[in-house]
């Protein structure tokens, strides 16, 4: 099965070509970063309107990189939610349109959802014929539990099965890709922020090993709050991102941009040790959100016995979150697994995979579908043990 995928639920846009919900014919991304990092974040009105010039092209870049005709496509999906209501009006409608004009089954799909089936997406040639849906080699392996953590999703989901999500814990306020973003912007790093703060991170530690100190030191240089909310396995991240901006109250020069930054100051323990201001209070703070995020789903993945944990949304990009996850769940056992870069950032392949999953049980859905800005994942309450 051949399915075209469509992704517009914030700023980039997406068309990808996807065979049996796993393999990769094609996954263009039109991307909206220069035009919004003037701003530091995402202008909801500029991303629709962007998203209204470039998603024609990028379909038929798809289809011309898929080595595809409509003949060739058995079904279109697109993104109905979560996400910005204009970027969303603009995917949906298209891939409503197209599975009209060309007489396809449609469905939508919901993004969250589409982030944790990243971790079935491979780049391996394609079988000729796939005997069962539900499992080949090299998928998950269910029970599973999947961290979700991206700009507005902080969430630990544990997934018994296709289409079965159970909610463990979520985030109370920000969301950890927000924290990140709101971070850089205090730091003057940049905009998105989850690269920039892991660049200033390394920064600080290459540093740290050309003078012979131990890299902790880097990670620990500032004491930054944990929000632990113990006997839960939710989030809190506002305490921390507070704490962040008490440091970096003042104006010096930065060195990452070689101008004045009206977020950042030297601070004493940095002079002590000759280093970068901004890029140890970016080192701490990665240290402190990721701290949290893998002890948490350790914990859960002990309670709930699973046998392995995925990585889902722009923040399991995250190099210190996917080692430090590496090095709780090891002596578990427990196997880790997480999309290749380009699909933990906002794709349309993921859109595409996730539909597969949807379509072999016979789901459509028909097209006076509208869209859900505030969608969330279907989640169910726990009825067995999966363990």
């Known amino acids: 099965m051949l399915v075209l995928g469509i992704e517009s639920s914030c700023d980039e846009t997406g068309a990808a070509i996807v065979k049996d919900g796993r393999y990769l014919l094609s996954n263009v991304v039109a991307s909206q970063i220069e035009i919004h990092n003037r701003y530091g974040g995402v202008v909801p009105e500029v991303a629709s309107r962007q998203q209204l010039a470039t998603i024609i092209p990028v379909v038929e870049t798809a289809l011309e990189q898929g080595g595809c005709t409509w003949a060739d496509i058995?079904?279109?999906?697109?993104?109905?939610?979560?996400?910005?209501?204009?970027?969303?009006?603009?995917?949906?409608?298209?891939?409503?349109?197209?599975?009209?004009?060309?007489?396809?089954?449609?469905?939508?799909?919901?993004?969250?959802?589409?982030?944790?089936?990243?971790?079935?997406?491979?780049?391996d040639v394609a079988p000729q014929k796939v005997e069962d849906w539900r499992y080949q080699e090299g998928d998950p392996v269910f029970p599973l539990l999947c961290l979700v953590v991206s700009g507005a999703h902080s969430e630990?989901?544990?997934?018994?099965?296709?289409?079965?999500?159970?909610?463990?814990?979520r985030t109370r306020d920000d969301a950890a890709g927000e924290a990140f973003d709101k971070v850089a912007r205090i730091l003057g790093l940049g905009y998105p922020g989850g690269p920039a703060i892991q660049q200033a991170a390394q920064d600080a530690e290459a540093e740290l090993q050309q003078q012979g100190k131990p890299l902790k030191l880097a990670r620990n240089a500032y004491r930054l709050p944990r929000a632990w909310?113990?006997?839960?396995?939710?989030?809190?991240?506002?305490?921390?991102?507070?704490?962040?901006?008490?440091?970096?109250?003042?104006?010096?020069?930065?060195?990452?941009?070689?101008?004045?930054?009206?977020?950042?100051?030297?601070?004493?323990?940095?002079?002590?040790?000759?280093?970068p201001n901004v890029s140890l209070l970016a080192a701490s703070f990665q240290e402190a959100a990721v701290d949290?995020?893998?002890?948490?789903?350790?914990?859960?993945?002990?309670?709930?016995?699973?046998?392995?944990?995925?990585?889902?949304?722009?923040?399991?990009?995250?190099?210190?979150?996917r080692a430090r996850l590496e090095q709780e769940l090891s002596p578990l056992h427990i196997r880790l697994n997480y999309p290749p870069i380009e699909f933990c950032t906002d794709n349309a392949a993921m859109i595409a995979g996730a539909a597969f999953f949807h379509l072999c049980r016979d789901e459509r859905h028909g097209l006076d579908l509208d869209v859900q800005p505030g969608l969330s994942l279907p989640f169910v309450k726990r009825e067995k043990s999966y363990a």
């Open 229 to 275: 909310l113990r006997g839960t396995y939710d989030f809190s991240f506002s305490g921390l991102k507070t704490a962040m901006l008490h440091l970096a109250e003042g104006a010096v020069e930065s060195q990452h941009r070689k101008q004045v930054s009206q977020y950042t100051r030297m601070g004493e323990l940095a002079a002590q040790h000759g280093l």
């Open 292 to 321: 949290v995020l893998a002890v948490k789903t350790r914990l859960a993945a002990q309670e709930y016995q699973v046998k392995q944990v995925v990585l889902a949304g722009g923040v399991a990009a995250n190099a210190s979150l």
């Open 74 to 123: 058995d079904a279109v999906a697109a993104t109905y939610g979560p996400g910005l209501a204009g970027s969303l009006l603009v995917g949906l409608t298209v891939g409503k349109t197209l599975a009209l004009a060309c007489n396809l089954p449609f469905l939508g799909v919901n993004h969250l959802e589409a982030h944790i089936y990243a971790n079935w997406l491979r780049k």
């Open 156 to 169: 630990l989901v544990l997934v018994p099965e296709h289409g079965h999500y159970e909610l463990l814990g």
